[in-house]
């Protein structure tokens, strides 16, 4: 066979595995800042809803060859999902997973996690040793680019309450996916710091940070500590601090678990709500006793989910005259959220971001009683 003939045979070749590549990608309709949430009227019905969990799907089969996809998360059961990724790395894309390894997890996980350390060959199961309840509590996904029925989009960050199991989707949820190449590469260096650090098993030697980008988002990569010892203060509370006008501001947490390590949180809500600021809280209402006590404090305002929902969401607005603030992402108020776990609290300020959140707020506290 002579040399032309044979460079022939592979270029026609190479032109068939990418065509079969081009074939099996999806492009999907999308434009961001993309802003999703579970129903909770599926939940009155007795269903599930998946519509944050078919999105992650979605852009995972939007991913073209050559690209990447970045996952970090908590708790990891669905199977089909991990099949997903592991098809995507079967077509040229890199998959790479870091899954949450301990006692709160380790059962969830397992048949993902035996799966996937097989056929990825960048999976790390990763055990936070900070200390005994410390864990990767994460869930985000990067896509480095994915095709849209618009064309292609570059270097996406979807952050989201949801872990990826058959739970989250009976759920109170939100997803909220953007693109910012800034902060696509801060998120994709917290993961290689996870990495780095924790199969080296030295986690504690990790140093908090945060960076932003050119549109004012802005995102805080936890645990709060910095050379092995708790370092800094409490950002939602310095959130809360910088205030400036009360009386032209509007606060609402939608916030399911909070412990009272993260009282003085409740205490400056009520010196807002005090010096004029409208304060709205909804919550689960098996939260920490001592927390709910505080905010009896604030009288009108707190609104309490029974249990036939289950707020999972961990959001919090703020509307301060033309002003206003989505922080949302994994971060609990807890003291293990500040200063042990390793979480994402991303900060956005977007009005139809704040908007669509807003909806979502008012829909889910019309369903609980003051």
Known sequence: MSIIRYIAIICVYQVAIHGLYAQSVHPVDLTTPLTLFTDPKQFDEG????????????????TPAGEEITVCVFKFELEELAYELISAQERGIKVRVILNKGDTSKETNKEVKDLLQVKLPDFHWIE?????????????????RIESTDGPIHHLVLQTSSNFQKKGAKKLQDMLVVTSPELYYCFLDFWFEIKVLGRADRLENFNYFSCSDQKGQKAYFF????????????????????????????IRFAHGKWDQNREDL????????????????????????????????LHQGIYYL???????????????????????????????????????????????????????????KALATP
Not at 128 to 144: A, M, P, Q, R, V
Not at 224 to 244: C, I, P
Not at 269 to 293: M, P
Request: charged share 35%; glycine share 4%.
């Open 128 to 144: 936070n040793k900070i200390s005994d309840k410390g864990i990767i509590h994460n869930k985000f996904i990067l896509f480095s």
């Open 47 to 62: 269903k599930k809803d998946h519509t944050l969990l078919d999105q992650i799907s979605d852009l995972i089969n939007a």
């Open 306 to 364: 029974d249990d036939s929902y289950k707020l999972h969401t961990k959001f919090f607005l703020i509307e301060e005259g033309s002003e206003k603030q989505v922080w949302t992402g994994s971060h609990n108020l807890t003291e293990r959220s500040l200063r042990e776990n390793f979480e994402v609290l991303l900060r956005v300020n977007e009005d139809m971001v704040y908007q669509a959140y807003l909806d979502y707020f008012n829909k889910i």
């Open 266 to 297: 409740v205490e400056e809500l009520q010196q807002l709500k005090e010096r004029g600021a409208l304060v709205e809280v909804v919550t689960n209402t098996n939260v920490d006793k001592g927390v709910r006590k505080e905010l009896k404090n």
């Open 223 to 250: 645990p709060k500590r910095r050379d092995q010892e708790s370092h800094g203060s409490d950002n939602v509370l310095k959130a809360l601090k910088d205030v400036k006008n009360p009386k032209q501001t509007k």
